[in-house]
C-alpha cells in the first residue's frame, strides 16, 4: 500500500511533463514555416531567339624572360672589383667581375723564363746533332720539354682570361649576389643577368581549350597593367604533358618596347577569337543552374518551371553560348530562383 502512494504521484508527474511537452510541439509546428508547392512564384523570363557572336576569349598568364642566367666563375679566386650592380645593364661580352690573377701572372713569367731557357736548348742541342756531337735523344727531350711548358703557359694564359667573368649576353643585372673580398669558387652564382628584349608569355590551358591554339599561329597579346598596348605573339610550345592542375603551359614569344615597358612577372592577357559573326543561342550566365559539369537553366511550359540540361559552347564575359538544349523561342527564367524547383506554378513579371 505504501509503494502505490509513491508510485501515484510519480505517473502523475511524468503524464503532466509528457503533456506538456506535446503541447511545446504543437506550439513549435505551428510556428514552423511550411512552403505551400501548390502557390505561385513570381520569376522574370527572357524568350531566346538567334544573335549574332563575335566571341573573344581572354587567357590570363605571366610574362617570363626568354633569357636568364646566373653567372659564375670557372676558376676560383678573391673578387677584385665588381663592374656593376643590381639593374646595370649589360652587353654581351662585357666584363661584370674580375677575380685576383696576381698568383697567375706570377706563374706566366715563370713558365716564360723556362720557355725561353728551353728554346735556347734546342737552338745548341740542334747544332750538336747536325755535327754529331751529341745523342739525338737529348734534343727530342728538349723538343717535348718545350711543347710542354709552352702547353702550361697556353693554360695560365686560359686561367687568366676566365679570371675575367662577363656577360654572356645583352640584359639587366637583376640579382647581385657577392661583394668585393669574398671568395669565387666554380658553381656559385655571382649575378643573375635577364634579358626582357623578348618575354615568353605562358599561360596555362584546360585540355578543352587546348585546340584553340596552333604551334607557329600568331595571336594578340596585352599587358593588364598597360592595356593599350598589344603585342603579337608566336606559338612557340604547346605543352605535352599536364601539371598536377591538369592544365597544359602554351608559350609564345613576344618582342618588348623599345624601352622594355613590360617586366618579367608582370600578368597579361592573349586574345583568341573562336566564334565570328555566327547566329547562336545566348543566354545570361545567372540564368545556369546546376553544377558546372551539368549546367541547367529553367523553361517555362504552360505555367510550370521545367527544368532543362544544356550544353555550354563558349562564355562571353557574363553570358554563354547554348551549344544544344535550347531553341529558338524558348522562354527561360533569368531571375526569380527563390523557392523555385522543377514543375513549380510560376508568374512572369518583367
Known amino acids: 500500500m505504501k509503494k502505490l502512494l509513491y508510485i501515484i504521484p510519480i505517473i502523475a508527474i511524468a503524464a503532466i511533463i509528457i503533456i506538456k511537452l506535446k503541447s511545446n510541439k504543437n506550439e513549435a509546428q505551428k510556428k514552423v514555416y511550411h512552403f505551400n508547392k501548390e502557390q505561385t512564384i513570381t520569376v ?133 649576389l657577392t661583394e668585393i ?28 581549350d587546348l585546340s584553340l591554339f596552333k604551334t607557329n599561329q600568331t595571336y594578340s597579346v596585352k599587358s593588364d597593367v598597360y592595356p593599350d598596348l598589344h603585342f603579337p605573339g608566336k606559338i612557340i610550345l604547346i605543352g605535352s604533358k599536364s601539371n598536377v592542375a591538369n592544365s597544359y603551359p602554351v608559350q609564345f614569344l613576344v618582342a618588348n618596347t623599345a624601352d622594355l615597358t613590360i617586366k618579367s612577372g608582370m600578368f597579361g592577357k592573349v586574345l583568341v577569337s573562336t566564334i565570328k559573326n555566327k547566329e547562336s543561342l545566348i543566354i545570361n550566365s545567372s540564368a545556369i543552374v546546376g553544377s558546372g559539369v551539368q549546367p541547367q537553366v529553367y523553361l517555362i511550359k504552360d505555367g510550370k518551371a521545367v527544368l532543362q540540361n544544356i550544353v555550354i559552347l563558349n562564355r562571353i564575359q557574363n553570358k554563354v553560348i547554348v551549344k544544344s538544349g535550347l531553341k529558338e523561342g524558348d522562354v527561360i527564367i533569368t531571375n526569380g530562383f527563390i523557392n523555385l524547383f522543377d514543375g513549380a506554378n510560376v508568374f512572369i513579371k518583367n
Do not use: C
Not at 563575335?54 to 617570363?64: D, H, Q, R, V
Not at 727530342?140 to 703557359?153: F, T
Not at 652564382?189 to 596555362?204: A, G, M, W, Y
Open 44 to 176: 522574370q523570363a527572357d524568350t531566346l531567339k538567334w544573335q549574332l557572336a563575335n566571341t573573344e576569349n581572354f587567357f590570363t598568364g605571366t610574362f617570363e624572360p626568354n633569357k636568364e642566367t646566373k653567372l659564375s666563375a670557372e676558376t676560383q679566386g678573391k673578387i677584385n672589383t665588381i663592374y656593376v650592380d643590381a639593374g646595370s645593364f649589360v652587353r654581351r661580352g662585357q666584363p661584370v667581375i674580375k677575380l685576383d690573377d696576381a698568383l697567375l701572372k706570377l706563374q706566366l713569367q715563370s713558365i716564360d723564363v723556362q720557355i725561353e731557357g728551353l728554346e735556347t736548348d734546342v737552338k745548341r742541342y740542334t747544332i750538336l746533332s747536325n755535327a754529331d756531337a751529341i745523342q739525338g735523344v737529348q734534343l727530342e727531350k728538349a723538343v717535348l720539354g718545350l711543347k710542354s711548358a709552352k702547353v702550361q703557359r697556353s693554360t695560365l694564359l686560359e686561367q687568366i682570361n676566365k679570371s675575367t667573368i662577363t656577360s654572356p649576353f645583352d640584359g639587366i643585372v637583376t640579382m647581385k
Open 181 to 208: 673580398g669574398a671568395f669565387a669558387a666554380p658553381g656559385t652564382p655571382l649575378l643573375q643577368i635577364t634579358d626582357i628584349h623578348q618575354l615568353r608569355f605562358t599561360v596555362n590551358m584546360t585540355e578543352s
